[in-house]
C-alpha cells in the first residue's frame, strides 16, 4: 500500500506540469465551448419563437419555415450523434471537403460548441415556452417587438430558470471532453493517458486524473450556484419615504403582508 | 369630440367559434367607456383586438381616422398608444417596479434614462406606489401590483388606456384601491376603456356604458339609460342578475 502511495506521489511529483497543462487545456475547452453553446442555443430559442405571419404564402412565413427546419435538423443531427464520432467527421471532414487543416484546439472547441448549442436550443426552448403569456403580452401592449421582448423581459427570466441545467451542461463537458483524446488534443485525459502508458502506472495515474477531474466540476458548480443567488437578489426590498429613488428608508421584511394603501410621506 | 379609436364590422373567430361578430363603435378623447356583459360575451376579445394581442379576422379599426390593419408599418407605434391594463397585471417578473415603468420608454420611446425616471416618477406617485421602487413584483401585493401596472401603462403616454378586468384577480379588499386610482385618472381627462364586472364603477365613472351579450354590441348609452333604462331584454336579464 505504502509503495502503491508513493508511486503516485512520484507520478505528481515528476508529471504536474503536464497534468495541470491538460486540466486547463480541458477547462478552457469547456468553458469556451459551454458558453458558446449557451449563446447558439439563446440566438436559437429567439429564432424559433419569432410569431409566424398572420397572413398566409407570406415571404416572412416560408423563410421562417426553412429556418426552423434548418434548426431542428442541427438539433437532430447533433444530439443523435455521438460526439466522439462528430470529432473524427469533422476533424477528418473538413480538410477534405473545404482544403483547410483545422487547428485541432480549434476543432475542439467547435465541437464541443456545436454539441452543446444543440442541446441548449431545446433546453433554452423549453425555458422560453415556460414563461408566462402574460409576459409576452405586456411587452407587446407597451409596443416592444420580439427582439426587445427577448432581450428586456423574456430571455432574463429564461437564464435564471435554465442555470441549473446549464450547470449539467458545464459538468458534462468538462468530462466528455476527454472523447476528443481520438483527435489528439492534449486535455486531460490525454496526457494522463501518456504519463500511466509510459511509466505503466494506469491506476495511479488515473486516480490523479479524477480527483482533478472532481475538483473541477465541483467548483463550477459551486461558480454557477453563486450566480444563482446572485441573479435571485436580495429578499428584502427598500421603502423610500422620498419621493428620490435614493437608497433611503427602512427595509422591510417580505412585502406579502402590506396591504395597506401607502400614503404620500411614508408609512413606515 | 374627436374620435381616437374607431371600429367598424369588427369580427373574430376562433375557428368554427365566433366571438365577436360585426361590432361597431368609437371611443372618443377624454372618455370614459365601461364595457360590461356576463362571461364569454367577447369583451376582452375585443379589447385584445383594439391592442393586437388578437389578430381580428374581419372588419377595420381606425386609430384617429387611420386604418391600422391596412397599412403594417406602424403596428408598433400604434401600440404604444394603446396602453393595456391586464387582469394578471403581467408585470415583468425580472424587473423591479422601476424598471417595470422605465423599460417601455427607453427601448420603444428611446426616451432618456433621466427622463424616463421623471416620468416613472411622477406616474408612480399618481398611483401611490412611489416609495416601492425597488420591489420586486412578487413581493407587492396583488394591489400594489396592479397600481404598478397602472403607472407602467401611463409612462409610456398613451391615448387609451385599455382595462381588462383589473380588478378580477384582487381580493375584494384591494379592488378598492385599484379603482380609487382608475377614478382619479378619469377625472383627469384620460381616455380609458374599461372591461369590467363592477357595476358599481360603471355607473359611477363611465360615460358610456356598452353592454355585450354572444359577440355583439347589444345596447350602448349613458350609465342612466343603461341602469335605469335598459331597452333591451338581455340587457334588463343581465342586470338583475348582478
Known sequence: MNEFFQKAIDLIQIYWPMFLRGAWTTLYISIIGTVSGFIIGLLMGIIRTIPGSKKKGSIKGFLLKIINFLISAYVEIFRGTPMIVQAMVIYYGIPIVTGYQLDKFAAAMFIVAVNTGAYMSEIVRGGIVSIDKGQFEAAHAIGMNHVQTMVHVVLPQVIRNILPATGNEFVINIKDTSVLNVIAVTELFYNTNSIASSNYLYFQAFLIASVIYFVMTFTITRILRFIERKIDGPSNYVILDNQKPSVKGEVMGSGHNQVSLPKKGGTK | ?242
Open chain 2, 1 to 242: 369630440m374627436s374620435e381616437v379609436i374607431s371600429v367598424s364590422h369588427l369580427s373574430k373567430s376562433f375557428g368554427d367559434h365566433h366571438v365577436l361578430r360585426d361590432i361597431d363603435f368609437t371611443v372618443n378623447k377624454g372618455e370614459v367607456v365601461c364595457i360590461i356583459g356576463s362571461s364569454g360575451s367577447g369583451k376582452s376579445t375585443l379589447l385584445r383586438c383594439l391592442n393586437l394581442l388578437e389578430q381580428p379576422s374581419g372588419g377595420e379599426i381606425y386609430y384617429k381616422g387611420q386604418s391600422i390593419l391596412q397599412d403594417k408599418h406602424n403596428l408598433q407605434e400604434y401600440c404604444t398608444k394603446m396602453g393595456m391594463v391586464f387582469q394578471q397585471f403581467n408585470l415583468f417578473n425580472n424587473h423591479n417596479v422601476l424598471n417595470n415603468c422605465l423599460i417601455g420608454q427607453t427601448t420603444v420611446l428611446k426616451r432618456s434614462k433621466e427622463e424616463a425616471t421623471n416620468v416613472t416618477m411622477k406616474y408612480l406617485d399618481v398611483v401611490g406606489m412611489s416609495q416601492y421602487i425597488n420591489a420586486k413584483p412578487s413581493q407587492l401585493s396583488g394591489g400594489q401590483k396592479q397600481r404598478v401596472a397602472i403607472a407602467r401603462a401611463l409612462s409610456m403616454e398613451p391615448d387609451v388606456i385599455l382595462f381588462d378586468e383589473p380588478t378580477s384577480a384582487l381580493d375584494p379588499e384591494m379592488v378598492g384601491e385599484v379603482l380609487k386610482v382608475m377614478k382619479d385618472l378619469a377625472e383627469t381627462g384620460l381616455t380609458m376603456l374599461v372591461v369590467t364586472h363592477e357595476m358599481g364603477f360603471a355607473r359611477e365613472v363611465a360615460d358610456r356604458v356598452v353592454f355585450m351579450d354572444q359577440g355583439v354590441i347589444v345596447e350602448e348609452g349613458t350609465p342612466e339609460e343603461i341602469f335605469e333604462n335598459p331597452k333591451e331584454g338581455r340587457t334588463k336579464e343581465f342586470l338583475k342578475r348582478v
